[in-house]
């Protein structure tokens, strides 16, 4: 959730001054549109649909690949013309692409000539947020985007914990514990009494929003003191990581501290919500150093995913719940990723109308994250690529082929989740599809997956 400065915003509509001096003779007097056979701006109604705003996407795309500065320039200008920040949900979400192919050109100087003037015309940096635990909890809860899983998993967690005394959850989440509070709350009410409680979370080094503004030792103090009101003992512990390393040096840290206990009895939690996606997959070569110490064994396989999994599996948790993005956006081939990207990012640009009103603050903080995401996936390559959503097929996969078995979602989580969505637009649905695999979506569209696993 970052917040533009009002610079960039300000270049995506200056971009029609690329037909400045140095592209025409000293005697030409400047045009309305810098390019002969391209429409005037009277004549752009016939772009401003989605499919034709993707395609000339693609084209610009393709021309600053191929170092193509004249074209880029030209669908450029017409972008800008049809795609204006405080557009519709369709010409916000062009803008935001738009905006993400000239940091490209701007970081990679491909294309020279445009990377040069975007820098010239602004600073593309985008001003970050950093969220209250107050204005976070409040965020998360006006979309089912991050809700969905909370409450899915949640009711999955419960009824595998049900009769221990002793129940350790490992988090690996993006929202920075935003789950646990309700999960506390349900685990208080049990009707065989409040159980011990561990919570060990893996701390990202790396700035991925949403952020806070707290550390996570302050974080964790107030999770204790939350749970002491609920009657429960809490005992929290952060351990420095990074999805780089496919969380190895983690893995590493719960074994060398003798963190995980299953033998003792306790209930081992893991709880993936949304960071997993993070981790380096086939389509990165070569793979990134582990440590020398690293806990994976060594394997055929080229994917930090598939490691991490198999290191989890080796832990014997009493369950393990996934919840992450439906998308595919691994490919290596640029336009392949914008084209997923934006077939897939429409969807919180639509519903944003239906929660959060024009000109807010909240407004600005959501669709800059969605602006955040989006210029990972186009300008960004390497490990700083870090949006590599896969779809559920794929994760579902992965866990069986890491020895997990599907424990399925049934009726009582449905039931739970279908009270959570009542609360929320009419255009969000619930499908349960194979497996009892949960799935989020809006108007029809996948948005979101939640699933359930054990050890086979």
């Known amino acids: 959730m970052m917040q533009f400065s009002k610079t960039p915003l300000q270049l995506l509509h200056q971009i029609t001054l690329f037909s400045s001096s140095s592209y025409m003779n000293k005697n030409q007097a400047p045009r309305d549109r810098p390019w002969s056979g391209f429409p005037t701006s009277k004549g752009l109604g016939s772009f401003g649909d989605a499919n034709c705003m993707e395609q000339l996407l693609v084209h610009c795309a393709n021309a600053i690949e191929s170092n193509d500065a004249t074209l880029a320039q030209q669908i450029l200008w017409v972008l800008n013309n049809i795609a204006p920040p405080d557009g519709d949900s369709n010409q916000r979400l062009t803008c935001a692409f738009l905006r993400a192919l000239i940091v490209r050109a701007a970081k990679s100087g491909t294309c020279k000539l445009l990377a040069a003037i975007a820098n010239a015309r602004c600073n593309l940096a985008i001003e970050n947020h950093k969220f209250s635990v107050v204005e976070l909890a409040s965020f998360v809860d006006l979309t089912p985007w991050h809700r969905f899983g909370f409450t ?92 780089t390393d496919g969380f190895a040096s983690f893995i590493e840290q719960l074994r060398v501290q003798h963190l995980v206990q299953a033998e003792s009895g306790e209930a081992l939690v ?32 080229s994917s930090l995913r598939t490691m991490f999994l198999k290191a989890l599996q080796g832990l014997d948790p009493t369950i393990v719940v996934l919840v992450d993005e439906d998308a595919d956006l691994t490919s290596n081939n640029l336009v392949c990723r914008l084209r997923s990207a934006f077939n897939y990012l429409w969807i919180p640009y639509d519903t944003v109308d239906t929660f959060l009103r024009q000109g807010s603050k909240q407004r600005q903080w959501y669709e800059a994250d969605i602006c955040w995401k989006i210029e990972n996936v186009i300008a960004c390559e390497g490990l700083q690529r870090v949006e590599r959503l896969e779809p559920k097929d794929r994760w579902v996969q992965r866990m069986r082929d890491a020895g997990f078995r599907g424990l399925g979602l049934g009726e009582e989580v449905v039931s739970e989740v279908k009270g959570m969505l009542d609360e929320h637009a009419a255009g969000w649905g619930l499908k349960k599809e194979e497996g009892d695999h949960l799935v989020l979506t809006w108007k029809g569209h996948n948005v979101v997956f939640a699933t359930a696993w054990a050890p086979a």
């Open 152 to 243: 899915a998993t949640n009711a999955a967690i419960l009824e595998a914990v049900e009769g221990y005394s002793v129940i350790h959850i490992v988090d690996f989440s993006l929202t920075h514990c935003m789950q646990i509070p309700t999960l506390i709350d349900a685990i208080a009410n049990r009707v065989e009494g409040p159980p011990l409680l561990k919570l060990t979370v893996a701390g990202a080094t790396e700035d991925i929003p949403p952020m806070l503004d707290l550390s996570y030792e302050e974080l964790g103090a107030k999770l204790v003191n939350f749970a002491r009101s609920r009657n429960i003992m809490l005992e929290f512990r952060v351990i420095p990581s990074s999805y």
């Open 270 to 301: 893991i709880n993936c919500h949304m960071m997993l996606h993070c981790i380096p997959e086939e389509t990165l070569s070569p793979l990134p150093e582990v440590p020398n110490s690293c806990p994976y064994e060594p394997s055929n396989s």
